[in-house]
């Protein structure tokens, strides 16, 4: 029988990937390298979140915060289902 789990093992190591203490203008520039609209954020190889176009309109502009100053576990999303 096929598992989500070894589907995952077959899978190449995911390139789009930013550190969650990393500031928001590091996850743009990374984004927009490898023309991607998200980044899967890890700190110290455990999942975090994710980090969108989405979170940086909704969380950073809208809130008024600055690219340069603001770190990506302050912005990205959270609550996401997985897959244990």
Do not use: C
Not at 11 to 35: R, T
Not at 40 to 69: A, C, P
């Amino acid at each position: 029988m096929i598992t989500a789990a070894g589907i995952l093992k077959q899978k190449p190591p995911v390139f789009n990937v930013i550190d969650a203490d990393a500031k928001v203008i590091e996850a743009l520039q990374l984004m927009s390298s490898v023309n991607l609209s998200y980044l899967v954020v890890m700190k110290q190889n455990v999942f975090q979140g994710i980090f969108s176009e989405r979170d940086y309109s909704r969380n950073v502009i809208l809130r008024g915060l600055h690219s340069d100053t603001a770190t990506v576990k302050e912005v990205m999303s959270t609550s996401l289902p997985a897959i244990g």
